[in-house]
């Protein structure tokens, strides 16, 4: 009896460690490089930025409910397909597609301010990958403070921004307990708010400069800084 429990052991251990060390090899394989992944979430990032009116280029022509329509076709296209990806890989990190190509996938979800739900549901899944360092910590704030915004909440990392045009100066919207962002700013890798803001305030009077010094203003509104 004795010996026959001890064979019954052996062939238990046995079974149990080639099973893990199959469920090892099909994890590690689920985790390799996806090369095709990458390339196609580069050409969704490309579609993005178009649909975005950063490349509008033969399009100028169109009317404006024109081009809407053409751009919010393209965002519920990369939406549909980022989600198709979501639901077989969560949220894909470096390990499998890259840091480019985990940064493209975060920017389709981060331009989805149209589908909140959509936003919450992939932020989920990216604190994961940014728990197991496979993810970057400044996208996920920046998507939390969408994702707050977007359901009614106030943002976390003062991250989205309104201006004051009178004194050309950034703003951020709706913050929980301002007192301490600059704490939770620093602990996901962004720099105090106070220079955020001033940066935002510089690229929008370059942006705007005409208007700006149209109205007598030379220069935009600075926070004082550290």
């Known amino acids: 009896m004795k010996k026959t429990f001890f064979v019954l052991l052996f062939i238990f251990l046995t079974v ?3 099973e893990e060390k199959t469920n090892s090899l099909v994890i590690k394989e689920e985790n390799k490089f ?14 993005d930025q178009f649909a ?8 100028e022509k169109l009317s404006e409910q024109e081009w809407k329509t053409i751009q919010d076709s393209l965002h519920l296209e990369n939406q549909k397909r980022i989600k198709e990806i979501s639901d077989q890989y969560g949220f894909v990190g470096y390990d499998l597609v890259g840091e480019r190509g985990s940064q493209s996938f975060w920017l389709v979800v981060q331009h989805a301010d149209n589908n909140p739900e959509f936003q ?21 704030g920046l998507l939390t403070d969408r994702v707050k915004l977007n359901t009614g909440q106030k943002q976390v ?11 050309c100066q ?34 929008h ?3 705007n400069e005409t208007i700006f010094k149209k109205n ?5 509104t600075l926070y004082k800084t550290e």
Request: proline share 4%.
């Open 16 to 18: 149990s460690c080639k």
């Open 34 to 47: 996806n090369q095709d992944l990458a390339k196609e979430l580069e050409e969704i990032r490309q579609t």
């Open 52 to 59: 975005a009116d950063i490349a509008r280029d033969e399009y």
């Open 120 to 140: 919450k549901n992939i932020l989920g899944k990216m604190k994961i990958q940014v728990l197991n360092k496979n993810a970057d910590p400044v996208s996920f």
């Open 157 to 167: 990392y003062g991250s989205q921004v309104t201006y004051n045009w009178e004194i």
């Open 170 to 203: 950034a703003i951020p919207r709706d913050l929980a307990d301002s007192k301490n962002v600059n704490k939770r700013r620093s602990e996901i890798g962004l720099e105090p708010i106070e220079e955020y803001l001033n940066r935002m305030s510089e690229m």
């Open 205 to 207: 009077y370059k942006m």
């Open 216 to 220: 007598g203003l030379n220069g935009p």
